[in-house]
């Protein structure tokens, strides 16, 4: 008997054997998978965690197992399996260069750093130099702002946008708080001047003109900051964000005194690659102009809306080639690359002199959701590690 059960052991354990030797070979082949998502992800622009994918794969692959109980431990064998992978994919994208324009402690700085944690940021003069760091190679992608709730629309990007070559790959929406710094020992009263970016000071102008302060625009928030604490005036202050006021020694005066509350930032990624459009995508951007005929604008229109989308927004901006040209910005709802989009593509290369797709994504990402995925996905990873060193 007991050399029956000895037998039985020795097969279990040969068969564990086999099964390890099986899923070692499987190992190396998923993450030499990954090796190829990162690159794809590096090219494009795009952030290692996608909280919704991860989510798809494990209720899909749990399904798989009919064993309830044993399918409890599979979930947790492929979360495990997952954060491996990113820790893998997050390695072999430390050397990832994204650019931004401002100082570190900028809106832009911010955004960037939650979108590629484990990315080098390399901060730029201005939105040009920052644009113009992708196009020719020294980053892997840009993250610059499109719009703001209050302030209206960064023009100096659309105009980047529409003249280089770069597309847009995500959008994420970054809430922005902006708060009256000032050098220590200053006090509200002792205001005469205010300086940051025309965003800033058009989101705060209410607060500003109530004060009656004079105002000097800056290329960024943090920039004014930085200046600001260098100057050590007590009657000059910058609109910037906490950040700022922590690393350049700063107090700060007043907070959140935008305009409106739901003071919020749209960030673009910009790669030198288009993203690889997918089913799931609802938004797409778009750059057209139209011949100078009348009602052409009307028909490029019509374009979009006869195939079922709707444009959720249409802007003009003069394309600075000849007097009194204009390109048309045009975010729509819908998913260029099936059938009807093809055909809305089709339809308006008909009526329009140019046309260029500037980016198709499934949504606008909250910052604040992409900050809590990150916080709720180390605290499953920090479970099971615990789990495993027990």
């Known amino acids: ?70 399918r409890a431990y599979y979930v947790c064998y492929l979360r495990s399996m997952m954060a491996l992978s990113r820790q893998y994919q997050h390695r072999l994208l430390e050397g990832e260069r994204v650019a931004y324009s401002g100082v570190p402690g900028a809106f832009a700085a911010q955004a960037a750093a939650t979108i590629f944690p484990d990315a080098a940021l390399v901060p730029h003069a201005d939105f040009a130099a ?31 946008a529409f003249s280089g070559s770069l597309y847009v790959t995500g959008v994420y929406e970054l809430e922005i708080e902006q708060n009256l710094l000032g050098v220590p020992g200053a006090e509200i009263a002792d205001i005469r001047k ?8 058009a989101q705060c102008a209410p607060y500003i003109h109530e004060n009656g302060w004079e105002i000097e625009e800056a290329v960024n928030t943090a920039v004014a900051a930085k200046a600001v604490a260098q100057a050590g005036d007590k009657t000059v202050a910058a609109i910037a964000t906490r950040e700022s006021a922590q690393r350049y020694g700063l107090n700060v005066l007043a907070s959140n ?100 797709v500037l980016g198709s994504y499934e949504k606008e990402i909250s910052l604040k959701s992409v900050r809590a995925d990150i916080e709720k996905q180390d605290a499953l990873e920090a479970g099971i590690i615990g789990r495993a060193q027990k």
């Open 1 to 70: 008997m007991e050399e029956q059960k000895d037998n039985l052991l020795a097969q279990a354990r040969e068969e564990i054997n086999a099964v390890d030797r099986q899923m070692a070979e499987l190992f190396c082949r998923r993450f030499r998978a990954a090796e190829k998502v990162a690159a794809y992800k590096k090219s494009r622009g795009l952030p290692v965690l996608d909280p919704k994918r991860e989510q798809e794969v494990i209720e899909r692959n749990a399904a798989l197992i009919e064993d309830e109980t044993l």
């Open 130 to 160: 920052a644009y113009a760091a992708v196009e020719n190679g020294e980053c892997e992608c840009a993250v610059l702002p499109l719009e703001n709730s209050i302030g209206g629309d960064v023009t100096q990007v659309m105009d980047l």
């Open 194 to 201: 205010v300086v940051s970016h025309s965003q800033a000071l």
């Open 257 to 356: 005194i935008g305009a409106a509350n739901a003071n919020t930032t749209r960030f673009a990624v910009f790669s030198r690659v288009m993203r690889q459009p997918q089913p799931t995508d609802g938004r797409f951007l778009l750059f057209f102009t139209v011949r100078h005929q009348a009602g052409a604008l009307g028909r490029a229109i019509d374009a979009i809306g006869e195939t079922g989308f709707n444009l959720r927004a249409l802007k003009s901006r003069p394309t600075k080639k000849t007097n009194w040209s204009y390109y048309f910005f045009a975010e729509g709802e819908g998913n260029l690359y099936d059938e009807d989009g093809q055909k809305m593509l089709r339809d308006l290369s008909k009526v329009c002199e140019s046309l260029r």
